[in-house]
T-cell receptor
């Protein structure tokens, strides 16, 4: 069975601080996808990134960056120069290849960015 | 906007009742997934349909059922409702087929918030 752990339940930062959200996953499968989704206060789930287990390159998208390390089974998410609009719950998720691509989610990390 | 629509946005009902949640996937997507988000269980996969057929089942109660229609919209039926069924129910869709080595991203609808009183 797969498992995703987001040990940080809640993080509070002040605007312009950098913040890293941790994600550790467990699976016996060698091929899988990892995802990050954002859930703002309005409630919808917004897709942020997908990473294939074969691709360990880090990715940067604007103020967002992701660090995938297979050796530690981690897929961490960093927001640089955080903004109030970044306040949300962030979920890390895992799906197995091959398979029916159902997502196993972590419990989420609530990020509160104050002005 | 993900392109996935869900109705209704909010639903309040009483214990023992039955409700139907509706989902329309993104244009062209054949796969539909249902997830439940509750405070104690977090986000959990319930069931997946692909082009009208059930493909995977997760932690779905026997009181719950779903189907996907020829026009690809899906309905999740919840019956004999209990207080513990109060949750946010998400529908997601993706473009992929089934069981292959490549998986498309799941895009989520805005959710239906169900409150059972």
């Amino acid at each position: 069975a797969q498992k995703v752990t987001q040990a940080q339940t809640e993080i509070s930062v002040v605007e312009k601080e950098d913040v890293t959200l941790d994600c550790v996953y467990e699976t016996r499968d060698t091929t899988y996808y990892l995802f990050w989704y954002k859930q703002p206060p309005s409630g919808e789930l917004v897709f942020l990134i997908r990473r294939n287990s074969f691709d360990e390159q880090n990715e940067i998208s604007g103020r967002y960056s992701w660090n995938f390390q297979k050796s530690t089974s981690s897929f961490n998410f960093t927001i640089t120069a955080s903004q109030v609009v970044d306040s949300a719950v962030y979920f890390c998720a895992l799906s197995i290849i091959p398979g029916y691509s159902t997502l196993t989610f972590g419990k989420g990390t609530m990020l509160l960015v104050s002005p | 906007d993900s392109g996935v629509t869900q109705t209704p946005k909010h639903l309040i009902t009483a214990t023992g009742q039955r409700v139907t949640l509706r989902c329309s996937p993104r244009s062209g997507d054949l796969s539909v997934y249902w997830y439940q988000q509750s405070l104690d269980q977090g986000l959990q996969f319930l069931i997946q349909y692909y082009n009208g057929e059930e493909r995977a089942k997760g932690n779905i109660l026997e009181r719950f059922s779903a189907q996907q229609f020829p026009d690809l919209h899906s309905e999740l039926n919840l019956s004999s409702l209990e207080l513990g069924d109060s949750a946010l129910y998400f529908c997601a869709s993706s473009a992929e087929g089934v069981g292959g080595g490549y998986q498309e991203t799941q895009y989520f609808g805005p959710g239906t918030r169900l409150l059972v009183l």
